[in-house]
């Protein structure tokens, strides 16, 4: 049987530069029996062959996978500074650490596709407003991250449900939908993922 390899310039370039290639592949058997493939079909008798296997970010990861409770020796890598953001904005400690949990999974260099960075997923509008120079330095992120919830609860008039969903998706959007959580699936994980976290810390703090 006559096999033909149809891969395209451009994921040879990438190849060659990145190491290897990422993309899906795809195949059909002509008349003839020649097999032929391609990342690139413009072709409807080209089917999927090889799924290229996409790794979440590790926000993404965190939001998507199943609840992982951090015990007190994770979390206490972190304590200091949190407890300082706790002490300064009158928040439950537990609250900083929930929203940690669900945000970084306690990765001080996790990044989102949206351009949050940080423990505590600061976009760089958000670090600006609370003067956080350094989105990837704890201290400042916990502090800024930390302000930000504090006045997101105040808004929301200590709904902490809203001020948790006004933190993954926007305040604009929470007061768009009425003063309800938006229906949005990431946020509508989110928030009982926050709030699962924050039960569980209040009773082992």
């Known amino acids: 049987m006559q096999t ?10 990438s190849a060659v530069s990145a190491g290897i290639a990422h993309a899906d592949i795809y195949r059909y058997v002509d008349a003839e029996g020649a097999v032929h493939f391609t990342n690139v079909p413009q072709d409807s008798r080209f089917k999927v062959y090889l799924k290229e296997k996409r790794k979440a970010d590790p926000v993404t990861e965190t939001l998507a996978g199943e609840i992982h409770y951090y015990d007190e ?60 120079k350094n989105r990837l330095d704890p201290a400042q992120n916990i502090s800024g991250g930390a302000r930000y919830l504090r006045d997101l609860i105040r808004m929301f008039n200590n709904d902490l449900q809203l001020a948790v969903a006004a933190y993954n998706a926007g305040e604009n959007a929470v007061v768009r939908a009425g003063n309800r959580i938006p229906p949005y699936q990431e946020t509508m994980t989110y928030v009982p993922r926050v709030m699962s976290y924050y039960r569980k810390y209040r009773t082992t703090s």
């Open 73 to 132: 020796k994770e979390r206490a890598r972190y304590a200091k500074p949190i407890q300082d953001a706790a002490k300064a904005t009158r928040l439950d400690a537990a609250l900083i650490h929930a929203v940690i949990s669900a945000e970084s999974g306690y990765n001080p260099f996790a990044r989102s596709r949206k351009g949050a960075a940080g423990l505590m997923q600061l976009m760089p509008e958000t670090a600006k407003r609370y003067g956080v």
């Open 4 to 13: 033909r390899f149809l891969l395209s310039f451009a994921l040879l370039v």
